[in-house]
């Protein structure tokens, strides 16, 4: 049964990698080691996240553009709005498709701590980016609710309003109850959004700083997992193959769902994301 599920999903399924600026040079080697493997598999497109306030757009911007010349694979850098002002943006996103960058991930960005509320919110970027020109651009989404949204209704909205300013895409925060994937899925339907909404597939190998994470983005970690990466505190090889194994379940689940596009948060490594779109059918060219 698998390997029908196989036939049918081959060449149907798009993927996306993201990847993070590396802060060294062994990082960057890391980097550039996964870009080249998971490039065979001829992704949708890349990106490459932005830290908000981290004062390192440059960098994002200077890896997006050599991937585009190593690779030529469509490359977007994540732009955020919360540490620049309006006048700003607009001239990076001018910058940005003058040197050829037709792919955005536009976003909010966390608000710094003790700030009251911001200027502008993901929608205003979306605005903004488009009265520059024609990007394709995509945008966050959360299946378990944005922290700081008044309702999960509200984040509904806002999501909405991104669409409506003229995003091509929602890409998920990451999560592991498929079952709010889809009901979010159904609810995004329900209320008139028909752009695809992308699972952001995070394959988990350390999962005391998953556990970490989770609790700041409001995502939950299902009791299983407790129970999976239980005894395995110092066991890193181990750890990568059970955060394969789940992630293999879960594209699964949501591939026989009808999720055709997935986006990897590879934290620039190749091995589990290149695995688990080997599962999905997505391989190399001959
Ligand atoms: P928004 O869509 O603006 O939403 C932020 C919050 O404000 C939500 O709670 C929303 O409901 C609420 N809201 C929206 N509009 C209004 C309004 N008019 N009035 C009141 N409330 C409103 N962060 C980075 O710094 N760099 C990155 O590269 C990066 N990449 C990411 C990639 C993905 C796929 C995802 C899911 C997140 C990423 N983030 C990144 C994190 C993101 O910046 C934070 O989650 C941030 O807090 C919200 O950004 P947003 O674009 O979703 O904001």
């Known amino acids: 049964a698998l ?15 993201e990847f993070f600026p590396p802060r060294t040079e062994e990082m960057e080697k890391t980097l550039w080691h996964s870009i080249e493997r998971l490039s065979t598999l001829k ?14 757009r440059d960098r994002t911007h200077s890896i997006i553009k050599e991937i585009k010349t190593k690779t030529g694979l469509i490359a977007a850098p994540h732009l955020t709005c919360i540490d620049a002002s309006r006048d700003q943006l607009i001239e990076i996103a001018k910058d940005y498709w003058a040197n050829g960058i037709r792919h ?12 009251g509320k911001p200027d ?10 488009k009265s520059v020109a024609d990007f394709d651009i995509s945008v966050a989404a959360y299946p378990e609710v944005h922290p700081e949204a ?23 925060q990451f999560f592991f109850d498929i079952e709010s994937f889809l009901r979010f899925r159904d609810r995004c339907v329900s209320v008139g959004i ?23 983005t409001n995502v939950k970690v299902p009791s299983w997992m407790n ?7 110092h066991d890193a090889e181990t750890r990568k193959m059970v955060g394969a194994s789940i992630a293999m379940e879960m594209v699964k689940i949501l591939s026989r769902e009808g999720v055709k596009d997935f986006h990897f948060y590879t934290l620039n490594r190749a091995e589990l994301s290149y695995a688990i779109c080997h599962t999905l059918g997505v391989r190399p060219m001959a």
């Not at 390997?3 to 990698?17: H, R, T, Y």
């Not at 955005?104 to 700030?115: H, K, N, Q, T, Y």
């Not at 129970?227 to 505190?233: C, I, K, R, T």
């Open 43 to 56: 992704p949708k497109f890349v990106s490459v996240t932005y830290g908000a306030n981290s004062g390192e």
């Open 227 to 233: 129970g999976m990466f239980q005894g395995l505190e």
């Open 104 to 115: 955005i991930v536009a976003l909010r960005g966390d608000l710094p701590e003790g700030s």
């Open 150 to 172: 008044k309702s999960a209704e509200a984040d509904l909205i806002n999501l909405k309003a991104k669409f409506e300013a003229g995003a091509n895409r929602a890409i998920t």
């Open 3 to 17: 390997n029908q599920n196989l036939a049918e999903l081959q060449g149907k399924i798009n993927v996306s990698f």
């Open 120 to 129: 502008m919110y993901a929608s205003d970027l979306v605005t903004l980016l």
């Open 194 to 216: 028909e752009a695809e909404i992308v699972p952001g597939i995070l394959p988990v190998s350390n999962f005391a700083q998953l556990q970490k994470f989770a609790t700041m």
